[in-house]
């Protein structure tokens, strides 16, 4: 059995999707990012930057004590060596899987994080006119990237889908939200339009449906303004000492 310790975010969706096209057993832990479950001892011990998703696996091959992996990109490469699917092991077709995987979790994940970010914010804290337009042109940039990919092969690494596109698809299905004019991108737009009819990316896509931030424009100025600091003014946490031992050289 995986704990998947979760919120419904595109990161969150990558992992829920890969489990169900393996069809393999999990369990949703919830991890209340606009609550803070991010910063609890427990969590942060199998995910340091306090960031969801992180699972753990209690049947590891091998056997032996459970696994935890933490980064969405790590977990989909743990996930799919240990099933033995989509992510091929040959030389060159795992760097060429490898080369897609991360360039999700450097540049299509982060880049489209800060549009989306920047264009929500509005005018509240103060003039974000540069950030709009530098992360927006970044979200065409990239989203340009996948389409010539995608003019010559059926998936991001050839003949075989495997978990680069798979690790792709949540954030790439948000283009609207990222003033993406969709009619530019014809080869990305068949390639979503295939993924977003498999089931498995569905039920994916749906997990945890049921967990709610809770809508910021019901919430009051004071409860509005803890969940900005909470989620966008993070500074370094002091170093957590009880129960640790110094490394002393
Ligand atoms: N590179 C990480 C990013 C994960 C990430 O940014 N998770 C967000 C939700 S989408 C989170 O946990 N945020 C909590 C916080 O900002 O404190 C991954 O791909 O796993």
Redesign the pocket.
Known sequence: MIDVHY?P????K?VTILLEELGMPYRIVP?H?GR?D??TPDFLAI?P??????IVDHEPRGGGAPVSV??????MMYLAEKAGRFYPQDLRGKAEVNEWVIW??ANQ??KL?ECGHFRRLGDSQGDQSYAVRRFTDEANRLYGVLNNRLYDRHFICGDEYTIADMICYPWAVNWKAHDIDIAEFPYFRRWLDELGARPAVQKGMAAGSDLQMGDPSKMTREEQEALRK???N?RARPVETKGRTAWKG
């Open positions: 919120w975010t595109p990161n969150g990558k991890a990012i803070g991010q910063f995910s930057n306090n960031r969801m998703p992180a933490f980064e969405s990109g790590a977990i999700q979790m994940g982060p994080g909470l989620l966008y993070q």
